[in-house]
């Protein structure tokens, strides 16, 4: 069996308080989602629910976009771009420019009268990711007194304990607030409410807050429950709104009842039930667990965090990163919530950088980069649900605007699944986010080998989406297919004549998409036999779209034309999606030595400026096999992208969940791919990671996968067939190894490569020859 003694680094923790909100730590339910600050004389809990957004759904899509797009593709071809630009700011975008945002709910305050921060002593704060629990503690005199919060999932609701260990010592006052569109109302001595709207046509809300006292009394004062003389105190909070439930005040109100009924002790064992599957499912170590180590854990976490941002080495914050990371999208995407936006679900302002929506030219795919390999996969099933909800919208998007059959959307979506394009010209003109979606559908499949999920989710939102893209092809006279007008995100090109443009025609990313959601899509019409014709009509299309081109530089070029850039060191990488997270151009040498010299060519001038885009090209040096390269970014995450409390953010200070969730993806890329048709252990294994362990990774074709490694070797790993397939297998370093069942040597590896029947079900050891 593979040994996974190692105990990984699971616990943020800090020795005082959050001064500001990027220092706060997140609980999450998948739906209701909080930061505690851990403030001694008032602490501030921030709210959040998954379906708090302002406005309702509106239909923008724009009628004069069908007739503007002809006139727009021959200024293109004529190059007026300034023309081009003004028309389609005019002729195709939305109707209304904006979505709307997603909000805070508001804010759980706890007063604590005579608690000084000058005078507590012993103080600690930490957020343990095997458990979900934030805590905190402090000494006051001879009383030492602790806070317990966390989110249930089991009991939807969020749950603050305080206690004190001397009796008769807790006292404190609790109420709710929200600066805009609520009011609150006592219910009793013991129970408040805060009910509200985000704005005029936002969602309608419902917040309840109880206390349940032991020992001492609770009693009301002005809008806010006040309890004395109490040995503990268990605060219960529900939420509930209007876009899921018509009588959601009701809802709450019995959410209340039944979480407020039960023990303490029991939420907090049906919490720890519920999360800790989900964590457990993955185990990571990357320290050797030496004495230096252990020193290093023992830091508060921004101590470390500084350390790493002065130049100094931190590995197990590496690995802390990730464990947080799996934290984050555990704690925002539950089966039956909204899909993680731009920030999972932890938002503080009503007016949120970029809405705190959905971004999808690159953002919310990379949420759900991890889902997959980090075995997490029914976490992925909110952002099918995103697609669903985008179809019918998306349909009358593809009609009206386009004149096209199938669905689409364009670089933002929001809780009602708008597609139509938003904000201007230049980053919203861009039709391809559905068919990038569907990516995550197929995914799915390769992962499970679930041919009803196939058949019954996937394929026909790829049909669609396929559909879409046929139609909006050009042919010209010679029969070659393009793509346009439309942008590569979010970046600019300069003509010779000076004029500098971002809408174009037959960007790299687009034609990467196409060529690969048209493969995706007759792979999956043969499985399922369906739609022959259609089948031929994907493959063509698919052959007559612009081969990759090869620049000036070495470079793959970005646009069709071997334009000058006007920012060679852009943060989106976007024409190399086709190394990840699709594969297409890692197939020819050519393409393979362009992507690495145009990823050469972007950090040169300065690019990797973002958190997302670091997490981004950590995920490409993996591809690429060039592991520190790839850690060398990592690093520079923690260094320049990252606040106190790990969470990710984009200059200056905003935070975006993405840059979390792609690091995740990016570490499990150096450590197992297989995007190639087989499964390739340690692929991309960094020097500096010279010894770790790595338990349930999962590959595509149906295996779980553990490793373990020495000296910057493989030691032995471990396959659990999930679905029968046939298993490939690629050794690290060309090593010879051993594969057995049951006991018994069933085949080896022969030049590094071996290929061996499974049976659902069966593990299979590897060891090193």
Request: proline share 5%; net charge negative.
């Amino acid at each position: 069996m593979l040994s996974t003694e190692r105990k990984q680094e699971t616990v943020l923790h800090y020795l005082k308080p959050a001064a500001k909100w990027l220092q706060a730590l997140p609980v999450g339910s998948g739906r209701i989602g909080a930061m505690v600050h851990g403030e001694i004389n008032r602490e501030v809990i921030q709210l959040n629910e998954d379906t708090v957004w302002a406005r309702g759904p509106v239909n923008r899509n724009n009628p004069d976009s069908l007739a503007a797009m002809e006139e727009i593709r021959r200024l293109l071809s004529e190059g007026r771009l300034e023309e081009a630009h003004d028309l389609a700011d005019m002729g195709m975008m939305g109707v209304s420019r904006r979505q709307p945002p997603y909000q805070t709910l508001g804010e759980l305050n706890l007063f604590f009268p005579g608690h000084r921060g000058s005078d507590a002593a012993e103080y600690r704060r930490e957020l343990d990711l095997e458990t979900g629990i934030v805590k905190i503690s402090y000494r006051l005199g001879d009383t030492v007194y602790t806070r317990e919060i966390f989110a249930s999932a089991a009991d939807q609701a969020l749950i603050v304990r305080l206690t004190a260990d001397r009796p008769n010592r807790l006292r404190f006052g609790a109420n709710l607030s929200r600066k805009f569109d609520s009011v609150t109302e006592m219910k009793g001595t013991d129970t408040v409410s805060l009910d509200g709207q985000c704005g005029a046509w936002g969602t309608r809300f419902h917040v309840m807050l109880k206390a349940i006292a032991e020992g001492g009394t609770s009693r009301s004062l002005g809008d806010h429950i006040v309890v004395e003389g109490a040995d503990a105190a268990t605060l219960v909070l529900t939420v509930s709104t209007d876009f899921r439930y018509p009588d959601y005040r009701e809802r709450c109100r019995e959410e209340l009842i039944q979480a407020a009924g039960i023990p303490y002790a029991r939420l907090r064992e049906r919490h720890t039930d519920e999360y800790r599957p989900w964590f457990d499912r993955m185990r990571l170590s990357l320290s050797a667990g030496t004495e230096a180590d252990d020193e290093l854990r023992r830091l508060p976490t921004d101590e470390r965090l500084a350390r790493v941002k002065n130049g100094e080495a931190d590995i197990g914050l590496i690995e802390l990163y990730f464990h947080f990371g799996r934290y984050l999208l555990i704690a925002s995407s539950r089966p039956g919530t909204i899909a993680a936006n731009l920030q999972g679900i932890w938002n503080d302002s009503y007016v949120p950088s970029w809405d705190s929506k959905y971004t999808i030219n690159i953002n919310i795919q990379m949420n759900y980069w991890p889902a997959e390999v980090c075995n997490l996969a029914e976490l992925h099933v909110p952002l099918f649900d995103r697609l669903n909800a985008m179809l019918p919208n998306g349909r009358e998007t593809a009609r009206i605007q386009y004149g096209a059959r199938g669905f689409m959307c364009h670089h933002n979506t929001d809780l009602w699944g708008d597609t139509a394009p938003t904000d201007f010209a230049r980053a919203g003109l861009w039709q391809m986010g559905a068919a990038w979606l569907c990516y995550h559908l197929w995914e799915h499949y390769l992962y499970s080998q679930d041919r009803a999920f196939l058949a019954e989710r996937a394929y026909p939102l790829m049909k669609e989406a396929g559909l879409f893209v046929l139609d909006f092809l050009l042919e010209d006279d010679e029969g070659r297919l393009h793509i346009g007008p439309t942008v590569s995100p979010e970046n600019s090109y300069r003509l010779p004549n000076g004029q500098v443009g971002r809408i174009c025609m037959d960007p790299a990313m687009d034609v990467q998409i196409a060529r690969g959601l048209f493969e995706r899509c007759a792979a999956a019409a043969d499985i399922l036999q369906a739609d022959e014709e259609l089948r031929s009509e994907w493959r063509a299309a698919g052959g007559k779209l612009p081969e990759p081109k090869i620049g000036r530089f070495g470079q793959l070029q970005e646009w069709d034309e071997d334009y000058e850039e006007a920012d060679p060191g852009h943060r989106h990488v976007s024409h190399l999606f086709g190394v990840f997270p699709d594969h297409q151009l890692l197939r020819d040498e050519r393409w393979s030595r362009a992507a690495r010299s145009s990823l050469e060519r972007r950090l040169e001038y300065g690019g990797g400026g973002t958190g997302w885009s670091l997490a981004w090209i950590v995920s490409l040096w993996a591809r690429l096999l060039e592991g520190d390269k790839a850690n060398e970014m990592l690093e520079k995450l923690l260094r320049v992208s990252t606040a106190d409390n790990l969470l990710d953010l984009h200059p200056p200070q905003i935070f975006q969940i993405d840059g979390n969730l792609g690091a995740v993806a990016g570490i499990a890329e150096l450590l197992l791919q297989s995007h190639e048709g087989a499964v390739r252990l340690l692929p991309a294994l960094p020097s500096s990671w010279p010894e770790g362990h790595a338990k349930g990774l999962r590959a595509r074709g149906g295996f779980e996968v553990s490793l373990q490694w020495q000296a910057g070797s493989l030691k032995q790993a471990e396959i659990v067939s999930q679905s029968g397939s046939v298993c490939k297998l690629i050794a690290p370093a060309r090593l010879e190894l051993e594969i057995r069942h049951g006991g018994i040597a069933i085949a080896s590896t022969v030049s590094g490569e071996a290929e061996f029947p499974t049976v659902p079900g069966a593990v299979y050891e590897i060891s090193v020859r």
